[in-house]
């Protein structure tokens, strides 16, 4: 069974400076999908980043991007200039490309970010 | 365009009762997932259904139970409740030919507490 472990239940970060979280995972298949999701007090889980298990060229979307070591098994996040807004639960999840279109996602315990103004 | 849509949004029952909750997908989507979030713990896959069936289910008893209808709605079922059963109850939907791509996109949940 797959697995996904977030080692850092509470980071803090300054605002504007950067923050790294980090996510490792578990699984026998070669090709899947990995995501980080956001999610706010509002309780609703935000898509904030996703990569592809065959790409290796890291994911970025604006001040967010990821570091995806395969080998390794890990898919750590990294927050640039960080925000207020930023502040929330991230949760790490992995799903696997067998079962298309239908398979489940699993997540990790989670990352508690506090941003510092 | 509507997001997934989940009701109700807070839901306090007694241990022994049965619940039900629901829960519209975006619009487009076919395919709804769902999760139980024990407090402090990542989501925890349920069930899925997709063309009214179940297709994936995770580790939860017979006491859970979904349906799907043809607008795409769907609803869990549980019976029975125990205490352990408070938890933030989320839907995710998805389209099934994007292939998970864009992950799944889920709702606000249903905070269930069990008295």
């Known amino acids: 069974a797959q697995t996904v472990t977030q080692s850092q239940p509470e980071m803090s970060v300054q605002e504007a400076e950067t923050v790294t979280l980090s996510c490792t995972y578990d699984?026998?298949?070669?090709?899947?999908?990995l995501f980080w999701y956001k999610q706010p007090p509002s309780r609703q889980m935000i898509l904030v980043i996703r990569?592809?298990?065959?790409?290796?060229q890291n994911a970025t979307e604006n001040r967010f991007s990821v570091n995806f070591q395969k080998a390794a098994k890990s898919f750590s996040l990294k927050i640039s200039d960080s925000q207020l807004g930023d502040a929330a639960m991230y949760f790490c999840?992995?799903?696997?490309?067998?079962?298309?279109?239908?398979?489940?996602?699993?997540f990790g315990t989670g990352t508690r970010l506090t941003i510092i103004p | 365009d509507a997001g997934v849509t989940q009701s109700p949004t807070h839901l306090i029952k007694t241990r022994g009762q049965q619940v039900t909750l629901r829960c519209s997908p975006k619009?487009?989507?076919?395919?709804v997932s769902w999760y139980q979030q024990a407090l402090g713990q990542g989501p925890q896959f349920i069930f899925q259904?997709?063309?009214?069936?179940?297709?994936q289910r995770g580790n939860f008893p017979d006491r859970f139970s979904g349906h799907q209808f043809p607008n795409y709605s769907s609803e869990l079922n549980v019976n029975a409740l125990l205490l352990g059963d408070s938890a933030l109850y989320l839907c995710?939907?998805?389209?099934?030919?994007?292939?998970?791509?864009?992950?799944?996109?889920f709702g606000s949940g249903t905070r269930l507490t069990v008295v």
């Open positions: 999840a992995y799903r696997r490309t067998l079962n298309f279109g239908n398979e489940k996602l699993t």
């Open positions: 619009s487009g989507h076919d395919t």
């Open positions: 699984t026998s298949e070669s090709d899947y999908y």
């Open positions: 995710a939907s998805s389209l099934v030919q994007e292939g998970g791509i864009y992950g799944y996109t």
């Open positions: 259904y997709y063309e009214e069936e179940e297709r």
């Open positions: 990569q592809e298990a065959y790409k290796q």
